[in-house]
């Protein structure tokens, strides 16, 4: 065995084109990068949504409306869920992690109980916050509303 007769062993390699290596290497020269422009050029770097020159789509629609970046999302929860809730139960204690197991909220949901439904069970709901109606409803029977 000599040295001109080494070969790396079949499969270990892969034929790469070698860009930038001279004109022997068939991509000498631009190196495949064209002759002029910001992309022959180094350090360039494509920015998102970039249309060659053009003015961007996500310049050209329209923007209207407001997102209020303080607004905290809360899960509804009608009464008349609690009381279909308390029936299969059969508790009157009802907080956030009866919800999330029942599949009414998820876990890390803020949860708001609201007054849609009617409601004859004296619940102890604990909750992060109520709607008015909620409140009443669950008062006029007598149960209590926490807010956590």
Same mark, same amino acid.
């Given at each position: 065995?000599?040295?001109?007769?080494?070969?790396?062993?079949?499969?270990?390699?892969? @034929?790469? @084109?070698?860009?930038?290596?001279?004109? +022997?290497? +068939?991509?000498?020269?631009?190196?495949?990068? +064209?002759?002029?422009?910001?992309? !022959?050029?180094s350090g360039y770097n494509r920015k998102i949504g970039?249309?060659?020159?053009?003015?961007?789509?996500?310049?050209?629609?329209?923007?209207?409306?407001?997102?209020?970046?303080?607004?905290?999302?809360?899960?509804?929860?009608?009464?008349?869920?609690?009381? !279909?809730?308390?029936?299969? =139960?059969?508790?009157?204690?009802?907080? /956030?992690?009866?919800?999330?197991?029942?599949?009414?909220?998820?876990?890390?949901? =803020?949860? @708001? /109980?609201?007054?849609?439904?009617?409601?004859?069970?004296?619940?102890?709901?604990?909750?992060?916050?109520?709607?008015?109606?909620?409140?009443?409803? /669950?008062? !006029?029977?007598?149960?209590?509303?926490?807010?956590?």
């Amino acid at each position: 065995m000599k040295l001109n007769n080494l070969k790396p062993a079949k499969g270990s390699t892969k @034929k790469v @084109k070698r860009i930038g290596r001279g004109e +022997g290497s +068939g991509h000498g020269g631009t190196a495949t990068r +064209g002759n002029k422009g910001a992309q !022959a050029r180094s350090g360039y770097n494509r920015k998102i949504g970039f249309q060659g020159g053009q003015m961007p789509l996500q310049r050209t629609s329209p923007k209207f409306g407001f997102k209020n970046h303080t607004r905290v999302e809360y899960r509804g929860v009608n009464v008349a869920a609690l009381q !279909a809730l308390s029936e299969s =139960l059969n508790t009157n204690v009802i907080g /956030i992690d009866t919800m999330v197991e029942a599949g009414l909220a998820r876990a890390n949901d =803020l949860v @708001k /109980i609201l007054g849609n439904g009617e409601l004859t069970a004296k619940l102890e709901v604990s909750a992060n916050a109520f709607s008015k109606s909620a409140i009443a409803k /669950i008062e !006029a029977c007598e149960g209590k509303a926490t807010i956590i």
